[in-house]
């Protein structure tokens, strides 16, 4: 199936402690389903002391399943479903279903 969220993509969290939040897609792992949003799912983690990082408790973003997520429309920011369009010169698109904009520039 064809990927509908793509890195660099701006999305809407639909569900989850962060519902209604949004953030661009930093990256998308296909095999697993899931992908980094910034700033959207931050957790703890501890880290070790090493030469180039001090060690103690960061924070960085956690991965988030692709069905909690949906594109957000160009044209008013709302979350939206994502059809593709082939155009005259057989290149696909994608449209927001909701506004009918092409999300690929």
């Given at each position: ?45 501890h880290q ?38 082939v ?19």
């Amino acid at each position: 199936m064809a990927a509908k969220i793509r890195k660099g993509d701006k999305v809407v969290v639909l569900t989850g402690r962060d519902k209604g939040r949004s953030g661009e897609v930093m990256e998308v792992r296909p095999t697993e389903g899931r992908a980094l949003v910034r700033g959207i799912n931050m957790v703890k983690r501890h880290q070790r002391q090493t030469a180039q990082q001090e060690g103690g408790i960061i924070s960085k973003e956690g991965t988030i399943h692709l069905s909690n997520l949906a594109v957000a429309d160009p044209k008013s920011g709302k979350p939206t479903r994502v059809g593709f369009k082939v155009m005259k010169d057989g290149k696909r698109v994608r449209v927001a279903k909701l506004s009918g904009v092409e999300i690929d520039g």
